[in-house]
């Protein structure tokens, strides 16, 4: 384990190049992945073992938390190992079969004093990332790198915590309506016949 915070937490370029920018809170998901993957002893996931279960909503901002998870925990969004709560909180849990589910939230402390770095100036007058002066941008990530684990994360273990990933299948029927391919769990019934859910009528 490298001994620099920087070293160990600071994502790879390629983890900027797939989010678009620059910004503090990719990297804190990053770190964030990193920390839970060494809690829970398991490597970066491959296939489809590990998931994440957010509590980030939509319309707010921070969510570019979880390109940074993803980025670090390989539970990525394309193979259906991330997925969320819509309540609003910057947390995450982790979740792997055999090993107790754990919990990583920023704690309010931390995002009270990092609320003074000037990057949320910038964002208060509604510059997007891109724009923003990257010494701005990077003096703000090397603010929070320099903030120990402790005081950036309230870690919870949970004994509780109940998830059943939903069971696979590669059925699939073609609908009778658009002929279009659709996989099991999907196909709805109209008049006896298997339709996709846009051609049912109903929702969802
Ligand atoms: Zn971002
Ligand atoms: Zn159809």
Not at 63 to 71: E, F, K, P, V, Y
Not at 76 to 85: C, V, Y
Request: overall charge neutral; charged content about 20%; some cysteine.
């Amino acid at each position: 384990m490298p001994a620099n915070t920087e070293e160990r937490f600071m994502p790879p370029q390629w983890a900027f190049d797939f989010h678009g920018h620059r910004c503090p809170f990719m990297p804190l998901g990053y770190r964030m992945g990193i920390l839970a993957l060494e809690r829970l002893a398991v490597t970066r996931e491959m296939d489809h073992t590990l998931h994440v279960i957010c509590e980030l909503g939509e319309g707010h901002p921070q969510t570019c938390l979880m390109d940074g998870i993803q980025a670090a925990s390989g539970a990525t969004f394309g193979k259906t190992l991330i997925e969320k709560t819509y309540w609003g909180k910057l947390a995450a849990t982790f979740w792997y079969p055999g090993k107790t589910a754990v919990r990583y939230g920023l704690r309010s402390s931390f995002l009270d004093a990092f609320g003074s770095q000037e990057f949320f100036a910038y964002r208060k007058r509604g510059i997007e990332p891109s724009g923003i002066p990257a010494a701005v941008t990077d003096a703000a990530i090397a603010w929070t790198l320099a903030q120990p684990d402790e005081a950036v994360f309230d870690v919870a273990e949970r004994a509780d915590f109940s998830y059943q990933p939903p069971k696979g299948s590669f059925n699939r029927t073609a609908c009778s309506v658009c002929g279009e391919y659709v996989f099991e769990r999907y196909v709805r019934m109209r008049d006896g016949q298997p339709v996709c859910i846009p051609c049912s009528g109903y929702k969802g």
